[in-house]
Structure formats: C-alpha cells, structure tokens
C-alpha cells in the first residue's frame, strides 16, 4: 500500500482536500477542487479531474481517470442502508466521465464493483450492489437500479433504465432508450420500452476474435431458444444435447437457467 501523500506534493492542487487516510502513490495526480475521503485507495497513475467526490472507502485501479464532478464512493441511495461498512472497488483503466455516480454497497453484498477497461459515460449512476464487468461501456444517462450484475463486454446505450436484479450477460449490446425490466441473455442484441431482442451481436463477437464454429453454435442455440416454437426449458435441454457444445453456449444456457426475472426475447 502506498504512503499517503501530503498537500504538498506537486501532483495535488492546493485546493484539493485529501483526508489523511486516504492513500494516494506520487504517480497519481488530483485536479483543484476535488475531495478525497477517509479509507480511499488510489493506484498508480491514476488521474483526478477537478471537482471530484471520492467520499469513503473506495478503491481506484492503477491508470484509470476520473473526469470532473464525478461522485463516487458515496452512501447507496436504499432506505435499508443502516449505516454500516461497505466498500466501491473500481479497476484499472477504467474511464469515468463528468457527472456519473457510483455508490458503495449495502450489507447485502457489501461492495459495488466495476472491473478493468470500463468507460462509464457521462451522468450514468452505477448503484449499489451492482457488479459491473471488464470491458463494459455504460453510455450517457445509463441509470441502474440495485443489485444489477453486467458481465464482461456487454454495451448498454444511453438513457437506458435497468431494473433493480437485472442481469445483463456478456458480449451484449442494449440500445439507448431502452426500459430493461428482465435479464438480456449473453451475446443477444436488445432495445426498447420494454426490452425485446432483435438478433445477436454477431459484429461484435467477430471483433473480438469469436471463432467460426462458436458463432455458429450461438446462433443454432438462438434460434431455439428465441425463434423455434418451443418452450425455453425443451430449447436448453436440446441444446444441451450436443455432444460437441463450445464453453460459450453453455454458459449461455446456464445464464438463462438461473434467471428469476426471466429472458429478454
């Protein structure tokens, strides 16, 4: 753990306030004006733009940025909140734009987390609980509710609301606009008020290096699952039939097993 650093080093502006507990190494800098609180950790090279909120127990990952008037760390917005320790964990190189607000846990889970190579768009609210994976871009206005889980490289566009204990599953795309009162299976393309799924995010799989046979196998399990006619359980036990099913669909169908909001379709 890094010393702390005093009002004196050269990577703090004057005005900025730094409570004596908080660990900041000489690699990162804060911009004027902001506020850094008691038990928060910055890593390396992390930058602080002016006006910044970390209230309290919050941990930065080393190179990430956060843009002016960001708040994070603060009390989560639950009226069962009692006051009692929690913690917000954000990764490294992950970007938090102007305004966005990201709130510590309740004891339910205790933290709120947000993984490696994030960018959380300008006034988006991360809430409490909630589990954010690497590689998820949160866009303008994105706004969840408690105790929601985005796993790695989902998209969800701007000004989209996600209900409290939504699930949205990884290599997803949500449109902007969009009401998400269920769970968004992985690799699915969804949008509108409420949510519907219109296809797969078959672009972005092949981006990110999905091979031939894998999206293959995703979009056999789509089709059974959101165009046949039967039902999601005989669609999953026949995909789970196959004797050659890649790591990719099972996780798929192991995401759609535990839903208890139900699917997207």
């Not at 650093?5 to 690699?27: C, F, G, L, W």
């Not at 300008?122 to 954010?132: E, K, N, P, T």
């Not at 929601?148 to 409290?164: F, K, Y």
């Not at 999601?232 to 995401?255: G, N, Y």
């Amino acid at each position: 753990m890094s010393d702390p650093v005093t009002m004196a080093s050269a990577e703090i502006h004057p005005t900025a306030i730094i409570d004596p507990d908080a660990r900041i190494p000489r690699s990162a800098s804060v911009g004027p004006y902001s506020i850094i609180g008691p038990g928060v950790v910055i890593g390396e090279r992390v930058t602080i733009d002016s006006h910044v909120l970390i209230e309290r127990d919050t941990t930065v990952g080393d190179d990430s940025r956060i843009c002016k008037g960001a708040v994070l760390g603060t009390d989560p917005q639950d009226l069962k909140y009692a006051g009692e320790p929690t913690t917000l964990t954000v990764g490294s190189r992950t970007t938090i734009r102007e305004y966005a607000t990201l709130n510590r846990g309740t004891i339910d889970a205790g933290v709120t987390s947000v993984g490696d190579d994030c960018l959380i768009m300008a006034y988006a609210h991360v809430s409490h609980d909630s589990r954010v994976g690497n590689h998820v871009i949160l866009a303008n206005s994105v706004n969840m509710g408690g105790h929601v889980l985005i796993e790695d490289w989902a998209i969800v566009g701007g000004v989209t609301a996600v209900h409290q204990f939504v699930r949205i599953g990884c290599h997803s795309f949500v449109g902007g606009g969009s009401r998400l009162p269920q769970d968004v299976a992985p690799y699915v393309m969804a949008a509108g008020s409420p949510c519907a799924a219109y296809g797969l995010n078959i672009v972005g799989l092949r981006r990110r290096g999905f091979k031939r046979e894998t999206i293959r196998q995703i979009k056999d399990a789509y089709r059974l699952v959101f165009q046949s006619e039967m039902n999601v359980s005989q669609a999953l036990d026949q995909i789970m039939a196959r004797e050659d099913l890649v790591p990719e669909v099972e996780h798929m169908v192991s995401f759609i097993r535990s839903s208890d909001r139900g699917i997207t379709t």
